[in-house]
């Protein structure tokens, strides 16, 4: 099944639009829009010396490449232009181009939730320098949260040496200190709760099996190391057993990414953000994804930063951008078969 797909590159002076020059070059299930200025495509393609020839994308010309069977052939790319707001220079970051990140993602927003798009894709942005524009940033998931009115749950997976492994997290980008604070009953409820849905819904797992971490040392040692399991984490594990959900924890952070707990799992919650994806990120980096949950739009992405100091160099990678369309095209499959058994 095809798909139109949204490509966001990010942080334009990083690896993004190398990424989609590269994407460029390879046959595609979908199409493609890459969401970004053209000129800036072309120049970073002349530059790794690849062929790219921009085929411009117009909204409303069709719902979704299975309408009429518009893929793009290898060395095209189809481009929905967006102009930034300063020359580009590898390497070199300019918050002048901090508006211009956010306004390809508001255009791949804005195509999902009218229909257009079936999925965002995004590569890596820099949140400094768009703090630096002046405008407050904490991350991708965040900031989709509020454009879409959503509450989502941000998951990395890889396939691993011992098969998938799914982290999710309760908290997101928060400094440490704030963690404690921020992991409410309702906060982990409702994130196990999107968790557990989307497990179901959009991965066809019939009754997941979730490992669920503690936030301290041991899991708090029965309270003597921290307070937050019993007073939070194991009242809402209850709650959500009672519901049905297969739920395992809290358990030790440090011995639960192991093969006895993870072989019967299908998924991780760590409740915080260094918790659990160094883990995922050294089984599995370079070929990881990440998808937030909760939206009522698909959107996944690459797993690394905006590598400023190998934009333009040619000796980067694919496969994280390889792996995240393809995630998006499966999750796209499953939720058109479901609009079209459930009309």
């Known amino acids: 099944m095809s798909h139109l797909i949204a490509l966001t590159p990010g942080e334009p002076a990083g690896i993004g639009p190398d990424l989609c020059v590269m994407l460029a ?39 979704n490449a299975g309408a009429n069977g518009v893929v793009d052939q290898p060395g095209e790319l189809s481009v929905l232009h967006v102009p930034t707001n300063a020359p580009v220079h590898c390497g070199q970051l300019d918050a002048r181009n901090g508006r211009y990140v956010l306004a390809t993602l508001d255009a791949a927003v804005d195509g999902c939730v009218a229909g257009r798009f ?13 703090n630096d524009a002046g405008i407050a940033f904490t991350g991708h998931t965040e900031y989709l949260a509020e454009r879409t009115h959503a509450e ?34 309702d906060v982990l409820h409702r994130a196990l709760s999107i968790l557990h849905h989307d497990l179901v819904d959009q991965f066809g ?16 040692e029965s309270g003597h190391m921290g307070r937050e399991e019993i007073d939070v ?3 809402v594990l209850q709650r959500l057993r009672a519901e049905g959900m297969d739920l395992i924890g809290p358990l030790p952070a440090d011995t639960l990414f192991t093969p006895q707990h993870l072989d019967t799992a299908d998924a991780v919650m760590a409740m915080f953000h260094d918790q659990g994806l160094p883990v995922l990120k050294y089984a599995g980096f370079g070929k990881a994804i990440n998808i937030t949950l909760g939206l009522p739009i698909i959107r ?20 994280s951008l390889d792996a995240a369309i393809a995630l998006a095209e499966q999750l796209a499959d499953s939720r058109q078969g479901r609009s079209t058994t459930n009309p």
């Open 25 to 63: 070059q390879q046959p595609r299930r979908s199409r493609i829009v890459a969401i970004a200025d053209r000129a800036l495509l072309q120049d970073r393609a002349q530059q790794l010396g690849l062929p790219l020839q921009v085929r411009e994308y117009v909204p409303d010309e069709q719902l």
């Open 118 to 130: 079936a999925a965002m894709v995004t590569a890596p942005l820099n949140k400094g320098v768009i």
């Open 152 to 185: 989502p749950v941000m998951m990395l997976a890889a396939e691993t040496a011992s098969g998938p492994l799914r982290v999710a997290l309760a908290t997101t980008h928060l400094p440490l200190a704030a963690v404690p604070q921020a992991l409410t009953a």
């Open 205 to 220: 797992i019939a009754n997941p099996r979730i490992l669920v971490s503690g936030l301290n040392p041991h899991a708090g």
């Open 233 to 235: 984490i194991e009242p």
């Open 300 to 319: 996944t992405s690459v797993d690394h930063g905006t590598a400023l100091d190998k934009a333009g160099s040619g000796n980067i990678s694919s496969g």
